[in-house]
């Protein structure tokens, strides 16, 4: 059975009881200034995602008994918070999660918005402009490949915050693309075949580091086991093992991924601070892009 419009994440904008499916993309325990520890779920379907709050007197039990990427039935109160600000979340009073059968799959499936062939296309003037040849043979040996492009153009860019939906992962790498572009045009000396080779491969673990395409979008073992940013190097590494592509300039490319989450001491899971110029545009303009698509996905 479909969930009724008005259920639908993108129509909550009133101040509302609810009872209704929604699928679990995150689940936190967080503390109050007041010291009172609660959870902090996101909650998805798909037309958006939602902030919900739960406040079980046993937080670890209730915490370790949620699946994410599970479907659930969640009861609860839609409310706009902080007041006259627009934006509504969840305090949850209930939630149980519902077998296969007893939702509908594709209420919970997010998709691109975007015409795909027009990124596509993006994608090939980039490498089709490259005067660098080891980095155009590089990209082609991936852009060129049907399997790896079928994955990449469907894929992901995360389970939750940015881009979570089937189509993300292209949206994503192209509108780093772009932003790189103007980047290139203010500063000139940046090397823009390097750039952008960084750009468009830096995130393409991601096709397997996530499973999606028949219900929430969820962590696959290799996922949550090793992390794109190593699978995208791992990916990389191989395919320039087998190209012979030199040394020099594989550093530089594999640096660029391994450093596009920022520096080290904020966490964000890179492995080496960005020290190039090309690295640290790569990483800026890819914080931006996920700092801003994340504030509209949740307006």
Known sequence: MSKKDEDFIENLKLTRDISSEFAVAE?????????????????????????????????????????????????????????GSGKFNMVINVIDELKE????????????????????????????????????????????DNNFTKQFYNAPAAVVHHHNYMGGLLDHTVEILKICRTMCKIFPDLN????FCGVLLHDIGKIKTYTYGTGPIGFSEEGDLLDHVYISCEMVKEKMISLETPEILSNQILHMILSHHGYIIYGWGSSVDPKTPEALTLHYADNMDAKVKEAFQRL
């Not at 823009?192 to 750039?195: E, K």
């Open 192 to 195: 823009q075949d390097l750039l």
């Open 101 to 144: 059968g007893e939702y509908l799959i594709e209420d919970f499936v997010m998709a691109s918005e975007n015409n795909s062939d027009d990124l596509v296309l993006e994608i090939g003037k980039a490498i089709k402009e490259m005067k660098d040849v080891q980095l155009k043979r590089l990209l082609k040996a991936f852009f060129c």
């Open 27 to 83: 689940k936190i325990i967080r503390t109050s200034a007041k010291g009172r520890k609660y959870l902090d779920i996101t909650l998805t379907d798909r037309t958006g995602q939602i902030d919900g709050r739960m406040f079980p007197s046993d937080v670890e039990s209730v915490h370790d008994s949620i699946n994410l990427g599970s479907v659930c039935n969640v009861i609860g109160r839609i409310s706009e918070f902080p007041s």
